[in-house]
Nanobody, 120 residues
């Protein structure tokens, strides 16, 4: 029902910046809780940042202060601005959409992922 397409990944040097975008379709974007997750080789997928429909944000401790998640409801798009990138940020980054169907129950949708590589 919800389709997500990520873009903006690539190769960047340590200390550099990159902005990821995720375009959503198939649902009322304003009611979706959007998030970015990442998965490095040999590691579990982890939450990077999340933003609710009311724009409450959550960040992983490892990225807080460096990454900024935002959303543009008019464009049905969520962004992740990554500053001061470190080699340990290297991972496949996935866009996530969560639709609340009950008080504490959500349906989750995932994009295909975009590779971010931080290397000198």
């Amino acid at each position: 029902q919800v389709q997500l397409v990520e873009s903006g990944g690539g190769l960047v040097q340590p200390g550099g910046s990159l902005r990821l975008s995720c375009a959503a379709s198939g649902s009322d974007f304003s009611i979706l809780r959007m998030g970015w997750y990442r998965q490095a080789p040999g590691k579990q997928r982890e939450l990077v940042a999340r933003i609710t429909g009311s724009e409450t944000t959550t960040y992983a401790d490892s990225v807080r202060g460096r990454f900024t998640i935002s959303r543009d409801n008019a464009k049905n798009t969520v962004y992740l601005l990554m500053d001061s990138l470190k080699p340990e940020d290297t991972a496949v980054y996935y866009c996530n959409a969560a639709k609340q169907v009950y008080t504490t129950t959500f349906l989750n949708y995932w994009g295909q992922g975009t590779q971010v590589t931080v290397s000198s």
